[in-house]
Protein backbone atom coordinates (compact mmCIF):
# COMPACT_ATOMS: atom_id res chain seq x y z
CA UNK A 1 0.00 0.00 0.00
CA UNK A 2 2.01 3.60 -1.08
CA UNK A 3 2.15 5.47 1.83
CA UNK A 4 -0.31 8.52 2.34
CA UNK A 5 1.05 11.74 1.61
CA UNK A 6 2.29 13.88 3.98
CA UNK A 7 1.96 17.84 5.87
CA UNK A 8 4.56 20.25 5.21
CA UNK A 9 6.38 21.56 8.10
CA UNK A 10 5.87 25.37 8.76
CA UNK A 11 8.84 26.42 6.59
CA UNK A 12 7.65 24.51 3.58
CA UNK A 13 4.24 25.92 3.87
CA UNK A 14 5.04 29.39 3.98
CA UNK A 15 7.45 28.79 1.46
CA UNK A 16 4.70 27.47 -0.96
CA UNK A 17 2.01 30.32 0.66
CA UNK A 18 3.74 32.85 -0.10
CA UNK A 19 4.48 31.80 -3.96
CA UNK A 20 0.97 31.08 -4.13
CA UNK A 21 0.26 34.87 -3.09
CA UNK A 22 3.02 36.81 -4.67
CA UNK A 23 1.53 34.99 -7.72
CA UNK A 24 -2.51 36.24 -7.21
CA UNK A 25 -1.38 39.66 -6.50
CA UNK A 26 -0.35 40.29 -10.08
CA UNK A 27 -3.91 39.72 -11.22
CA UNK A 28 -5.57 41.24 -8.36
CA UNK A 29 -3.71 44.61 -7.68
CA UNK A 30 -5.71 47.21 -10.00
CA UNK A 31 -8.63 46.03 -8.13
CA UNK A 32 -7.28 46.96 -4.94
CA UNK A 33 -6.04 50.10 -6.43
CA UNK A 34 -9.44 51.18 -7.13
CA UNK A 35 -10.79 49.98 -3.69
CA UNK A 36 -8.17 52.28 -2.32
CA UNK A 37 -9.06 55.08 -4.37
CA UNK A 38 -12.76 54.94 -3.68
CA UNK A 39 -11.73 54.93 0.10
CA UNK A 40 -10.38 58.33 0.11
CA UNK A 41 -11.90 60.20 -2.37
CA UNK A 42 -15.56 58.77 -1.77
CA UNK A 43 -15.92 58.68 -5.30
CA UNK A 44 -17.67 55.68 -6.93
CA UNK A 45 -16.77 52.74 -8.96
CA UNK A 46 -17.05 54.02 -12.09
CA UNK A 47 -16.14 57.54 -11.80
CA UNK A 48 -12.85 56.32 -9.88
CA UNK A 49 -11.81 53.93 -12.90
CA UNK A 50 -12.59 56.57 -15.82
CA UNK A 51 -10.46 59.27 -13.42
CA UNK A 52 -8.04 57.07 -13.07
CA UNK A 53 -7.61 55.92 -16.71
CA UNK A 54 -8.37 59.25 -18.30
CA UNK A 55 -5.50 61.13 -15.51
CA UNK A 56 -3.18 58.57 -14.65
CA UNK A 57 -2.89 55.68 -17.25
CA UNK A 58 -3.73 51.50 -17.63
CA UNK A 59 0.08 51.74 -15.50
CA UNK A 60 -1.45 53.61 -12.89
CA UNK A 61 -3.35 50.40 -11.57
CA UNK A 62 -0.01 48.99 -10.98
CA UNK A 63 0.75 51.89 -8.80
CA UNK A 64 2.65 50.10 -5.54
CA UNK A 65 2.80 46.65 -7.11
CA UNK A 66 6.27 46.28 -5.53
CA UNK A 67 5.24 46.99 -2.68
CA UNK A 68 2.45 44.35 -2.74
CA UNK A 69 4.90 41.73 -3.59
CA UNK A 70 6.83 42.41 -0.13
CA UNK A 71 4.08 42.20 1.52
CA UNK A 72 2.78 38.99 0.07
CA UNK A 73 5.99 37.07 0.39
CA UNK A 74 5.56 38.27 4.56
CA UNK A 75 2.55 38.77 5.83
CA UNK A 76 0.80 37.10 3.49
CA UNK A 77 2.90 33.85 3.06
CA UNK A 78 2.67 33.96 7.14
CA UNK A 79 -1.22 33.87 7.11
CA UNK A 80 -1.99 31.48 4.08
CA UNK A 81 1.02 29.58 4.56
CA UNK A 82 1.29 29.14 8.35
CA UNK A 83 -2.58 28.24 8.97
CA UNK A 84 -2.34 24.29 7.97
CA UNK A 85 0.81 23.52 10.57
CA UNK A 86 -0.54 26.26 13.34
CA UNK A 87 -4.13 24.13 12.80
CA UNK A 88 -2.78 21.08 13.17
CA UNK A 89 -0.77 21.66 16.16
CA UNK A 90 -3.87 23.38 17.84
CA UNK A 91 -5.62 19.92 16.85
CA UNK A 92 -7.72 21.50 14.61
CA UNK A 93 -8.74 18.75 12.05
CA UNK A 94 -11.28 17.88 10.04
CA UNK A 95 -13.76 17.19 12.87
CA UNK A 96 -12.89 19.69 15.12
CA UNK A 97 -15.15 22.41 16.36
CA UNK A 98 -15.35 25.70 14.18
CA UNK A 99 -13.89 28.02 16.25
CA UNK A 100 -10.55 26.04 16.45
CA UNK A 101 -10.32 26.17 12.82
CA UNK A 102 -10.83 30.00 13.27
CA UNK A 103 -8.55 30.61 15.85
CA UNK A 104 -5.61 29.18 13.77
CA UNK A 105 -6.86 31.58 10.98
CA UNK A 106 -6.56 34.74 13.40
CA UNK A 107 -2.98 33.43 15.13
CA UNK A 108 -1.28 33.37 11.41
CA UNK A 109 -3.25 35.96 10.36
CA UNK A 110 -2.60 38.59 12.91
CA UNK A 111 1.36 37.33 13.23
CA UNK A 112 1.68 38.14 9.62
CA UNK A 113 0.58 41.31 9.43
CA UNK A 114 2.51 42.75 11.69
CA UNK A 115 5.67 41.56 9.93
CA UNK A 116 3.96 42.52 6.79
CA UNK A 117 2.59 46.21 8.07
CA UNK A 118 5.41 48.43 6.37
CA UNK A 119 4.78 47.25 3.47
CA UNK A 120 1.29 47.81 3.31
CA UNK A 121 1.53 51.27 4.78
CA UNK A 122 3.51 51.93 1.48
CA UNK A 123 1.60 50.22 -0.95
CA UNK A 124 -1.21 52.25 0.31
CA UNK A 125 0.40 55.60 -0.16
CA UNK A 126 1.31 54.61 -3.39
CA UNK A 127 -2.03 53.64 -4.38
CA UNK A 128 -3.76 56.48 -3.16
CA UNK A 129 -1.19 59.00 -4.93
CA UNK A 130 -2.81 60.39 -7.71
CA UNK A 131 0.24 62.12 -9.30
CA UNK A 132 3.14 60.99 -10.82
CA UNK A 133 4.92 58.15 -9.43
CA UNK A 134 7.27 58.36 -6.93
CA UNK A 135 10.25 56.16 -6.61
CA UNK A 136 10.38 53.55 -3.86
CA UNK A 137 13.44 54.88 -2.21
CA UNK A 138 11.88 58.83 -2.10
CA UNK A 139 8.68 57.11 -0.66
CA UNK A 140 10.57 55.17 2.19
CA UNK A 141 13.27 58.32 2.30
CA UNK A 142 10.25 60.39 3.11
CA UNK A 143 8.50 58.32 5.77
CA UNK A 144 11.44 57.77 7.25
CA UNK A 145 12.53 61.31 7.86
CA UNK A 146 9.32 62.70 8.72
CA UNK A 147 8.24 59.88 11.05
CA UNK A 148 11.04 57.49 11.55
CA UNK A 149 10.25 53.72 12.19
CA UNK A 150 7.66 54.36 13.69
CA UNK A 151 5.62 55.88 10.74
CA UNK A 152 5.77 52.63 9.03
CA UNK A 153 3.80 50.87 11.34
CA UNK A 154 0.98 53.38 11.58
CA UNK A 155 -2.25 51.76 11.44
CA UNK A 156 -0.84 48.30 13.12
CA UNK A 157 -3.40 48.03 15.63
CA UNK A 158 -6.58 48.18 13.27
CA UNK A 159 -4.29 46.49 10.28
CA UNK A 160 -3.59 42.99 13.74
CA UNK A 161 -7.41 43.28 13.64
CA UNK A 162 -8.29 43.56 10.20
CA UNK A 163 -5.66 40.30 10.13
CA UNK A 164 -7.84 38.17 12.78
CA UNK A 165 -10.64 38.83 11.24
CA UNK A 166 -9.92 38.56 7.61
CA UNK A 167 -7.76 34.62 7.82
CA UNK A 168 -9.93 33.76 10.62
CA UNK A 169 -13.19 34.30 8.29
CA UNK A 170 -11.29 33.12 4.92
CA UNK A 171 -9.42 29.84 6.35
CA UNK A 172 -11.77 29.23 8.79
CA UNK A 173 -14.59 29.13 5.83
CA UNK A 174 -12.55 27.67 3.29
CA UNK A 175 -11.65 24.66 5.44
CA UNK A 176 -14.86 24.13 7.11
CA UNK A 177 -17.07 24.71 3.40
CA UNK A 178 -14.22 21.95 1.89
CA UNK A 179 -16.35 19.37 4.29
CA UNK A 180 -19.42 20.51 3.47
CA UNK A 181 -18.52 20.62 -0.40
CA UNK A 182 -16.81 16.99 -0.26
CA UNK A 183 -20.05 15.27 1.83
CA UNK A 184 -22.39 17.12 -0.77
CA UNK A 185 -21.00 16.57 -4.05
CA UNK A 186 -18.67 13.02 -3.03
CA UNK A 187 -15.86 15.31 -5.07
CA UNK A 188 -12.64 14.37 -3.00
CA UNK A 189 -10.64 17.42 -0.87
CA UNK A 190 -7.84 17.47 -3.57
CA UNK A 191 -10.37 18.38 -6.61
CA UNK A 192 -9.68 21.80 -8.13
CA UNK A 193 -13.84 22.16 -8.22
CA UNK A 194 -13.70 21.50 -4.02
CA UNK A 195 -11.22 24.12 -3.82
CA UNK A 196 -13.12 26.55 -6.66
CA UNK A 197 -16.53 26.63 -4.59
CA UNK A 198 -14.76 26.66 -0.98
CA UNK A 199 -12.72 29.68 -2.29
CA UNK A 200 -15.56 31.50 -3.63
CA UNK A 201 -17.37 31.33 -0.33
CA UNK A 202 -15.10 31.96 1.66
CA UNK A 203 -14.27 35.46 -0.65
CA UNK A 204 -17.71 36.49 -0.11
CA UNK A 205 -17.50 35.87 3.64
CA UNK A 206 -14.49 37.84 4.35
CA UNK A 207 -15.67 40.64 2.42
CA UNK A 208 -18.62 40.94 4.55
CA UNK A 209 -16.08 40.75 7.77
CA UNK A 210 -13.39 42.82 7.06
CA UNK A 211 -14.43 45.82 4.96
CA UNK A 212 -14.96 48.13 7.85
CA UNK A 213 -11.56 46.86 9.23
CA UNK A 214 -10.43 47.82 5.56
CA UNK A 215 -11.98 51.58 5.31
CA UNK A 216 -10.13 52.43 9.08
CA UNK A 217 -6.70 50.76 7.85
CA UNK A 218 -6.89 52.77 4.65
CA UNK A 219 -7.45 56.15 5.89
CA UNK A 220 -4.91 55.53 9.14
CA UNK A 221 -2.13 54.78 6.69
CA UNK A 222 -2.76 57.15 3.86
CA UNK A 223 -2.50 59.71 6.20
CA UNK A 224 0.42 62.58 5.31
CA UNK A 225 3.81 61.48 6.50
CA UNK A 226 4.62 65.07 8.08
CA UNK A 227 0.95 65.03 10.34
CA UNK A 228 -1.68 62.61 12.23
CA UNK A 229 -4.97 63.09 10.61
CA UNK A 230 -6.23 60.94 13.62
CA UNK A 231 -5.27 59.49 17.21
CA UNK A 232 -5.23 56.08 16.66
CA UNK A 233 -8.13 53.24 15.59
CA UNK A 234 -10.97 54.71 18.06
CA UNK A 235 -10.44 58.49 16.74
CA UNK A 236 -10.61 57.35 13.12
CA UNK A 237 -13.84 55.03 13.62
CA UNK A 238 -15.45 57.64 15.23
CA UNK A 239 -14.14 60.59 12.70
CA UNK A 240 -15.12 58.04 9.59
CA UNK A 241 -19.35 57.26 11.37
CA UNK A 242 -20.02 61.33 12.02
CA UNK A 243 -18.79 62.26 8.78
CA UNK A 244 -20.45 59.55 6.37
CA UNK A 245 -22.54 57.69 8.73
CA UNK A 246 -22.26 53.67 9.95
CA UNK A 247 -22.61 52.32 5.75
CA UNK A 248 -19.39 54.36 5.32
CA UNK A 249 -17.60 51.95 6.64
CA UNK A 250 -18.48 49.67 4.16
CA UNK A 251 -17.79 51.80 0.64
CA UNK A 252 -15.19 50.16 -1.65
CA UNK A 253 -17.96 46.75 -0.90
CA UNK A 254 -17.80 45.97 -4.96
CA UNK A 255 -14.52 46.23 -5.32
CA UNK A 256 -13.49 44.89 -2.19
CA UNK A 257 -15.66 41.40 -2.58
CA UNK A 258 -13.90 42.19 -6.32
CA UNK A 259 -10.64 41.40 -5.54
CA UNK A 260 -11.37 39.32 -1.93
CA UNK A 261 -13.54 36.81 -4.42
CA UNK A 262 -10.70 35.93 -6.86
CA UNK A 263 -7.92 36.86 -4.15
CA UNK A 264 -8.91 34.07 -2.40
CA UNK A 265 -9.93 31.44 -5.04
CA UNK A 266 -6.64 31.87 -6.74
CA UNK A 267 -4.55 31.95 -3.42
CA UNK A 268 -6.21 28.76 -2.19
CA UNK A 269 -6.42 26.92 -5.74
CA UNK A 270 -2.56 27.85 -6.02
CA UNK A 271 -1.05 26.78 -2.98
CA UNK A 272 -3.57 23.40 -3.26
CA UNK A 273 -1.78 22.69 -6.79
CA UNK A 274 1.91 23.54 -5.06
CA UNK A 275 0.92 21.19 -2.11
CA UNK A 276 0.17 18.57 -4.65
CA UNK A 277 2.93 19.21 -6.56
CA UNK A 278 5.31 18.46 -3.86
CA UNK A 279 3.93 15.45 -2.86
CA UNK A 280 1.67 17.00 0.43
CA UNK A 281 -1.72 16.99 1.60
CA UNK A 282 -4.64 18.89 0.60
CA UNK A 283 -5.32 21.90 3.23
Avoid at 98 to 103: A, E, P, Q, R
Avoid at 208 to 232: E, I
Avoid at 265 to 270: E, G, R
Amino acid sequence: MANSPRAPNLLESIALGGASCVFTVNFTHPIETVKTRMQVTGNGLGVTVSTLLKNEGVTAFWKGIAFAWGREASYASIKLGAYAPVRDALGAGKDAPFYLKFLAGALTGGFGSIIGNPFDVMKTMAQANKGKSVPLSTLVGNMYRDQGISGFYRGVQVNVMRACVLNATKMGCYDISKGYVTELTGWGRKDPKTAFCSATLAGFFMTVTVSPWDMLRTKLMNQPTDKKLYDGFADCLVKTVKEGGPLSLWRGFVPIWARFAPTATIQLMTIEVLYGMFGFKAL
